[in-house]
């Protein structure tokens, strides 16, 4: 396990003629749940894309350490709104198997453990489009973990879930933060923060404002925003 992950040093994105994330630096460990918090528009979505390498850094630079290429070759990324394809859900969840060359069968019978793990009670023959919401976010979760990931992201996973669903993820997250997976998420749900992040990173109108270990960081959170924020108050 490394000890250090990653840095950002003065990092900024600008689309359309303006900042929309940035500058930032900062610095993740290798261990644990970071989770990105801060009110619409904060940036998360927009850091965890740009950590993921989905997203063109516009100056500054994200620094991985030597020891966070083992991490970085296996890395995972849950969306807020699950990218679907047309396929059952079986064959969505084996998908990224099925192209690292895995044979269909096997493929399938560890998609179906994936899909039983993350709780996905449906016919895993039914077409993905069928699914609800929910069910949508737990089958992304299922192709996601079917890798295994070292590292993983989630854009508010469980932004459309029911309280057992959220809580069934969250178990399923401690269970790979347990074995090892190091986990960057984003959050509005603040009891879900409360309950998973080891540490986390506060944004506001793309700005870092706050990092910090997640008791510190609840218990005595030190710039206005957060403490607005927290108190469910509107973060100027
Ligand atoms: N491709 C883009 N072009 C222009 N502006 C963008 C682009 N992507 C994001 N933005 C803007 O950047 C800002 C940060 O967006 P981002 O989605 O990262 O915020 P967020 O903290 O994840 O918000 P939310 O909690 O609402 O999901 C927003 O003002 C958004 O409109």
Known sequence: MVNAM???DRVELRRGGRV???PISLRLGGEGITMAMGPNGAGKTTLLRALHGLERVSSGQIHWDEDARALRERQAFVFQTPILMRRSVLDSIAYPLRLRGVRRGAARERAAEC??????????RKDVSTLSGGEKQKMALARALIMDP?????DEPSANLDGRSTREIEEILDHFRARGTRI?????????ARRLADDVVFMHHGHLVEQAPSAAFFDAPQSQQAKAYLQGDIVI
């Open 150 to 154: 070292a590292l993983l992201f989630l």
């Open 115 to 124: 899909a039983e793990n993350v709780g996905l009670r449906v016919s895993l």
């Open 6 to 8: 990653v840095a950002l």
């Open 20 to 22: 929309i994330v940035g």
């Open 184 to 192: 960057v998420m984003s959050t509005h749900d603040i009891g879900q």
